[in-house]
């Protein structure tokens, strides 16, 4: 843990007895708090309070509060919203509020946010003290930012597995159901006609021929939702290359360099970046108006993905939608990385880490990277 300097600008006591036991506190949830107390009662400041970045989004998030913000209104909605409303230049002019980041390894992980007391703008000596109190709280608030992410993933992974559930009853239950009762029951039908009346029972016959392939159809896309059959069919490289291969029409060609024989993957990650290849591919021919799109795949410690076109790129108001929601959702749920941005020269790039099975005996990483061609055949 790291130390937290003692922090005594104007000779309290009992804030020197508060720094005290804040640079002796191991456990990092009792940090935070101790942090803004010490802060608060040590300035005086009306409001202090630490926000950290979310590990999978843009936004900050509450963590330890003391006083009240009430009618503050240039608390940080975001980490970029907050950017240079701080620092730790003792020469600046204090401001209403003042925000000094909050560090682990170099990683800027949240913000340590004050807002003096009115006529008890903090001096440069104490501005400096401000910033170096964030700086030490980084190993404390990273444990808890983690925490905080791990505690969303488990219950996303439950509230996907209930809506999992609930699609599967729905489609059995409304769908599949009633249509094999339907069946049942023209089935029935049929079989009284046949010696009354020949040629309505073989009218009736087409027709529940054409219900029977609406059932198949039904059922196939159940499976399919639960698990890609052209994972088990073609493997999964041979899969996305034959995606691309349908997806290199109309103008746009897709092609997939990946290494000439991938190791066996999880059947977690597997799927997921089967997953992830086809949704950043359909918000290319959606979305990008590209000519060209390239699918990189690689296996070290980890599994790389990279789609990249030369498309229009992010828009500067972009909102992520629910395709880049979902891929950063598949990413987290495996404890990956996920970025999606615009490079310099252009278009869109989609990178994505995810952790890798074991390999295979005997499988090397020398000379993997290897163009597969795409059969444009269809």
């Known amino acids: 843990m790291d130390v937290i300097p003692d922090f005594r600008p104007r000779g309290s006591g009992e804030v020197a007895r508060l720094a005290d036991r804040l640079q002796g506190s191991l456990d990092p949830y009792a940090v935070l708090p101790a942090v803004v107390t010490v802060v608060a009662q040590a300035l005086p400041a009306r409001y202090a309070a630490i926000y950290l970045n979310r590990v ?3 936004e900050l998030i509450l963590a330890a509060e003391h006083g009240t913000a009430a009618g503050e209104s240039s608390l940080p909605p975001s980490p970029s919203a907050a950017v240079g409303t701080a620092g730790d230049n003792p020469g600046s002019e204090p401001s209403q509020s003042l925000a000094f980041p909050v560090l682990y390894k170099s990683e800027e992980v949240g913000l340590l946010l004050v807002v003096p007391a009115d006529g008890h703008p903090p001096n440069p000596e104490e501005r400096s003290l401000l910033a170096a109190i964030a700086r ?17 993933g ?14 599967l009853r729905r489609n059995l239950h409304d769908t599949i159901g009633p249509t094999l009762a339907a069946l049942s029951l023209r089935a029935g039908s049929v079989r009284n006609l046949i010696e009354q009346d020949l040629p ?18 039904d059922i196939r896309r159940v499976v399919y939702n639960l698990r890609p059959p052209a994972l088990d069919e073609l493997g999964m490289l041979p899969a996305i290359q034959e995606q691309a291969g349908q997806s290199s029409t109309g103008g746009l060609q897709v092609s997939v360099h990946a290494p000439g024989q991938m190791p066996p993957l999880s059947a977690a990650a597997e799927v997921a970046t089967y997953r992830i290849v086809m949704e950043a591919l359909t918000n290319v021919e959606r979305h990008a ?26 828009l500067p108001n972009h909102r992520a939608g629910v395709g880049i929601a979902s891929m950063r959702e598949r990413v987290a749920e495996l404890g990956g ?12 790039r989609v990178l994505a880490f995810l952790p890798a099975s074991s390999r295979a005996p005997g499988w090397e990483t020398a000379g993997s990277e290897t163009a597969l061609p795409v059969d444009d055949s269809g």
């Open 56 to 58: 999978d989004a843009d």
């Open 136 to 152: 030490g709280a980084g190993s404390a608030a990273q444990v808890v930012r983690q925490e905080h992410d791990l505690l969303l």
């Open 154 to 167: 488990r219950e996303r992974l439950v509230l996907a597995r209930e809506e999992e559930r609930r699609r």
């Open 200 to 217: 309505t029972a073989q009218q009736q016959l087409n027709e529940l021929r054409e219900l029977i392939r609406v059932v198949i159809t």
């Open 289 to 314: 108006h590209a000519r060209h799109c390239r699918i990189s795949l690689s296996v070290n410690d980890q599994v790389c993905i990279e789609v990249l076109d030369d498309g229009v790129g992010l």
């Open 337 to 348: 990385s996920f970025t999606i941005e615009s490079p310099s020269e252009g278009g869109t």
